[in-house]
């Protein structure tokens, strides 16, 4: 008998294969009519929700109740688990944390791990009431800044801080955190810096690097080549990027990235100093939401329905040849905003390894490298003006291209409507 969710796999090829059928990849948006144009949105996203449904990001709702007895009163579980020399362990989560609900879905209900926790008192506390739920906590001398957050006390009543686990992982290693939360350890393990030991940082600064070129090719970021590149060359009003001296231009492109190397590098810093903390308030759905509409208005960009395009007084004041370099900085720094949605999971991810770490230079250092990476391309094709002509221009073939970076936008926009909903 085939599961809810092979039928939905089933579906989503269906879909998608509709939506191709239909016409989804024919070209001339530019011609089409606003109804034609609708329908043709409207392909878009029943391609995209067949991609969706195919990868698994539309599942059907989990909910299996827990065969654990997870209290809620939190002082009196926790003066339970003392008084009867039991271990005890603390699940803290949120309605608007994903990562809380993965693990209390795939980890915390995994037959395995359940039976590994027979002993244990389990406590629940909801803080999807963040400020209220944490001064609860404080008043037992418990402080959570991040979700998740899963606690684990010995048998006496201790923390056991080495167990603490802040972030999803796996039933298979969380069996093991279970394990290792029966001996009192004053020190978490620290991941980033067994990596980084074992790898050595230039290995680590270079694959971030990458991540951040990868960034630069993805559909936030490239449609923003043709805006970028006359400004930073010195273009505007007919002027030809050639009249240009090799100096300027450097200097221009310099600013330019240097722009978005100290907006991502401050990013840095700040994930740092206040922990992962910072980096689980990007899971609350006011983020959420604000991403997945980015995400639809970039869409609807290569749709044809609006262009994406500098407003001209902008575009005169970046296009001076013999100035403007702060307004060319504050251009890279915003180019690095726009860049968020796309760099969202690579970024959120470098943040949690430097969180982790709580260490500023090592913060510093990796959003360097990330964002020399993410404006790379742009500093090189500046510098390099004869390069600009190289660039794809308009035709069937590059409509069908921006047709797939529709659907792909739209697509990533469901995965984060699914998180919260």
């Known amino acids: 008998m085939i599961d809810l969710q092979t039928t939905l796999r089933i579906a989503g090829a269906v879909f998608f294969l509709i939506a191709v059928i239909l016409?989804?990849?024919?070209?001339?948006l530019f011609e089409l009519s606003p109804l034609k144009r609708a329908i043709r949105a409207?392909?878009?996203?029943?391609?995209a929700m067949g991609i969706a449904m195919l990868l698994g990001i539309v599942q059907t709702p989990n909910k299996a109740k827990s065969p654990l007895e997870w209290r809620t009163d939190v002082e009196e579980a926790?003066?339970?688990?003392?008084?009867?020399?039991?271990?005890a362990i603390l699940d803290a989560g949120a309605s608007w944390c994903a990562s809380c609900r993965q693990l209390e879905e795939k980890t915390l209900n995994d037959a395995e791990v359940v039976k590994a926790l027979e002993n244990h008192v389990t406590i629940h506390i909801?803080?999807?009431d963040f400020d209220p739920a944490q001064e609860r906590l404080a008043k037992l001398g418990i402080q959570i800044n991040e979700l998740p957050k899963i606690l684990f006390f010995m048998p006496d009543g201790r923390l056991n801080p080495g167990a603490?686990?802040?972030?999803?992982?796996?039933?298979?290693?969380?069996l093991d955190r279970i394990k290792e939360s029966a001996t009192y350890m004053e020190q978490?393990?620290?991941?980033?810096?067994?990596?980084l030991s074992e790898k050595g940082i230039f290995i680590a600064l270079l694959l971030v690097f990458l991540a951040g070129l990868g960034v630069s090719l993805t559909p936030c970021v490239f449609p923003m080549f043709p805006i970028a590149l006359p400004a930073l060359a010195g273009i505007h009003r007919g002027d030809r990027s050639g009249q240009l001296s090799f100096s300027k231009r450097l200097a221009r492109a310099s600013a330019f990235l240097g722009g978005m190397v100290v907006t991502y590098t401050?990013?840095?810093?700040v994930s740092a100093l206040l922990g992962k903390g910072f980096g689980s308030w990007l899971q609350h759905p006011i983020v959420t939401w604000t991403l997945v509409i980015i995400f639809l208005l970039l869409a609807m960009s290569y749709l044809k329905f609006f262009n994406l395009s500098l407003p001209s007084g902008l575009t005169s004041k970046l296009g001076r040849r013999g100035d403007g370099l702060l307004g060319l900085a504050l251009f890279g720094g915003g180019i690095g905003i726009i860049a968020a949605p796309c760099a969202g999971p690579v970024v959120v991810g470098i943040l949690a390894m430097i969180s982790t770490a709580g260490n500023v230079a090592l913060g510093a250092i990796f959003m360097v490298a990330f964002?020399?990476?993410l404006g790379s391309l742009f500093f090189a094709l500046s510098l390099f003006t004869s390069m600009l002509d190289r660039l794809p221009r308009g035709g069937p073939f590059m409509e069908r291209i921006e047709i797939g970076f529709a659907i792909a936008l739209t697509t990533v926009a469901i995965y984060y409507a699914s998180t919260v909903m």
């Open 164 to 174: 603490t686990l802040s972030d999803y992982e796996p039933p298979s290693k969380f």
């Open 23 to 28: 016409g989804v990849f024919r070209p001339n």
């Open 266 to 269: 401050t990013l840095g810093i």
């Open 78 to 87: 926790l003066q339970f688990a003392r008084d009867n020399q039991k271990p």
């Open 126 to 128: 909801d803080m999807t």
């Open 188 to 195: 978490a393990y620290d991941p980033v810096g067994t990596w």
């Open 371 to 373: 964002s020399l990476g």
């Open 42 to 47: 409207y392909l878009v996203v029943l391609a």
